[in-house]
Antibody, heavy 117, light 106 residues
Framework: QVQLVESEGGVVQPGRSLRLSCAAS????????MHWIRQAPGKGLEWVAV????????YYVDSVKGRFTISRDNPKNTLYLQMNSLRVEDTAVYYC??????????WGQGTLVTVSS | QSVLTQPPSVSGAPGQRVTISCSGS?????????VHWYQHLPGTAPKLLIY???KRPSGVPDRFSGSKSGTSASLAITGLRAEDEADYYC??????FGGGTKLTVL
């Protein structure tokens, strides 16, 4: 069965960096685009970034452009989100999700990232 | 503020029917993009309820149904149950989510 397991988040100071990972199993990872989606406390879902199946195309929400980098290691079936210059407003639960036909059937369990001094 | 507009809250009594609207524009729903719906309970991953406007993934009861017309879409829930109390999100276009609707079962 499809499984997406995010790494543990954590508490990080503003301006610092953190890398999230998402280990995938149960499907042909290299065949699918993968996404990061987040939910800030008390807010709705917000799409963050997408990477194509081969890693050649990447897109980001405007608020993270230039600070976050999505990447993937297909032989390791792992998705990453490198988050630099973190801001308080980046505090959220981050989910990885398998992209298929524009919707998300499979999601990770979510990992909390708290940006605070 | 999301480009897909949902009512902040809706409510209904057990057994009743409720609908949740999702209003878009000619840039997303009106441009022909499919609409998808998710149920989100606190502390859990969102669950896909409806995809491609009207389709239900395996395991989603037929109490949940979706429709789309013009620049809007709707999620209908019939035979409301206590366990349906959750947040509901529409999604369409280039990876855009609606602001979410909190469903309260009275």
């Amino acid at each position: 069965q499809v499984q997406l397991v995010e790494s543990e988040g954590g508490v990080v100071q503003p301006g610092r960096s953190l890398r999230l990972s998402c280990a995938a199993s149960g499907f042909s990872f290299s065949s699918y685009g993968m996404h990061w989606i987040r939910q800030a406390p008390g807010k709705g879902l917000e799409w963050v970034a997408v990477i194509s199946n081969d890693g050649s195309k990447k897109y980001y929400v405007d608020s993270v452009k230039g600070r976050f980098t999505i990447s993937r290691d297909n032989p390791k079936n792992t998705l990453y989100l490198q988050m630099n210059s973190l801001r308080v407003e980046d505090t959220a639960v981050y989910y990885c999700a398998k992209g298929e036909g524009g919707h998300y059937l499979y999601w990770g369990q979510g990992t909390l990232v708290t940006v605070s001094s | 503020q999301s480009v897909l507009t949902q009512p902040p809250s809706v409510s209904g009594a057990p057994g009743q029917r409720v609908t949740i609207s999702c209003s878009g524009s000619s840039s997303n729903i009106g441009a022909g993009y499919d609409v998808h719906w998710y149920q989100h309970l606190p502390g859990t991953a969102p669950k896909l309820l409806i995809y491609d406007n009207t389709k239900r993934p395996s395991g989603v009861p037929d109490r949940f149904s979706g429709s789309k017309s013009g620049t809007s879409a709707s999620l209908a829930i019939t035979g409301l149950r206590a366990e349906d109390e959750a947040d509901y999100y529409c999604q369409s276009g280039s990876w855009v989510f609606g602001g979410g609707t909190k469903l309260t079962v009275l």
